[in-house]
């Protein structure tokens, strides 16, 4: 690193000025590690995923003739004679929500260089959203087994159900297995001191995708089991 | 590089976000719960929605002590959805009328 500030440095961090000068420089627009700026630009792609996803299911839902199934009784589930609700869906909300916290405080004690603090709370992190996915597919098999939902029939109700239902949440299930395995990996590597040279930016932009995926879900459990 | 420039927030604002965001995600639960039916159910739930979003984005992803440039990188484009969402909702309608009308 040079002495001498960068001139984004010395113009506001907040401001069009900012902005003018980040994007006029003859240097890299973004002020920040590279692996950083392509999550951010990999994570607008996914947006732009979900968000055509969630609109093509906000457009079959307007445009079917057939009543929408009731979610709140799909998904319901009886404890102690008592039936509550979406129970199981908001045990998979509060674990993803836990799970971004500890993440976020993982990506702390990085940049703070408590490797040990950092690989605990990256392997609960990883922990709770393997649990998340093992709850989904207890519920998937519930729907299947039981309630005889496929993607191309529904009996308690539009068809379309099915075919949204399980594309969006199963792609949103595949991107929580992802980041188990690639916070797995990442962990490993800080647990062996791989980025001791490096920096630890890595961790923040693990986790990144971690919240993202906790992001999405927010907007699932919204759409899909509270609408 | 990163470490220099990387803001440090405290460990006690992740847990109050996190408590927030429970506080929230459990407010969104009661709206089903007691079965709060209409607009009012869409309004609350987006509102609560909304705010989780929000908070997630902002302090979990460190947005808020992002550079203006990396905020107008995320933002503009994700403007680009609303106007499809209304463009399909508009789309929806008009093929919910042709089916209400030549297939029921």
Excluded: C
Excluded at chain 1, 58 to 82: L, N, Q
Excluded at chain 1, 105 to 114: H, I, K, S
Excluded at chain 2, 13 to 26: C, E, H, I, P
């Amino acid at each position: 690193m040079t002495a001498t500030p960068k001139e984004s440095q010395v113009t506001g961090t907040d401001t069009w000025q900012g902005v003018v000068a980040d994007w006029s420089g003859d240097k890299e627009t973004f002020a920040m590690p590279w692996g950083k700026v392509m999550m951010w630009i990999f994570l607008l792609g996914d947006t732009f995923i979900f968000g055509i996803f969630l609109v093509g299911y906000m457009a079959v839902r307007m445009s079917t003739a057939d009543a929408w199934p009731e979610t709140g009784e799909i998904f319901a589930m009886t404890v102690f004679g008592h039936e509550f609700p979406l129970l199981l869906i908001a045990l998979m909300t509060f674990i993803l929500i836990t799970s971004s916290g500890t993440m976020a405080m993982a990506v702390n004690y990085a940049y703070l260089g408590d490797r040990r603090k950092t690989v605990l709370l990256m392997a609960a992190t990883a922990l709770l959203g393997l649990s998340f996915v093992g709850m989904q597919a207890f519920e998937w098999t519930e729907l299947i087994v039981h309630k005889g939902i496929r993607p191309w029939a529904n009996p308690l109700g539009a068809e379309q159900f099915g075919a949204v239902f399980f594309m969006i949440t199963g792609f949103h299930g595949l991107h929580v297995l992802g980041g188990v395995i690639y916070i797995a990996i990442v962990a490993r590597r800080v647990h062996r001191g791989h980025y001791e040279q490096k920096g630890y930016a890595i961790v923040e932009i693990t986790g990144l995708y971690w919240h993202f995926v906790d992001l999405v879900w927010v907007f699932i459990f919204a759409f899909f089991y509270l609408l | 590089m990163s470490e220099a420039s990387h803001h440090q927030p405290p460990i006690s604002l992740f847990l109050k976000v996190w408590g927030l965001l429970f506080v929230l995600s459990f407010f969104s639960y009661l709206v089903d719960y007691y079965e709060v039916q209409g607009g009012l159910r869409w309004a609350l739930v987006i509102f609560f929605m909304v705010l989780k979003a929000g908070v997630i984005i902002a302090v979990f992803m460190h947005v808020k002590w992002e550079r203006l440039a990396l905020k107008l990188l995320l933002g503009l484009p994700t403007l680009a959805i609303l106007v499809f969402v209304v463009m399909m909702a508009i789309e929806a309608n008009y093929i919910q009328i042709t089916r209400l009308t030549f297939f029921s």
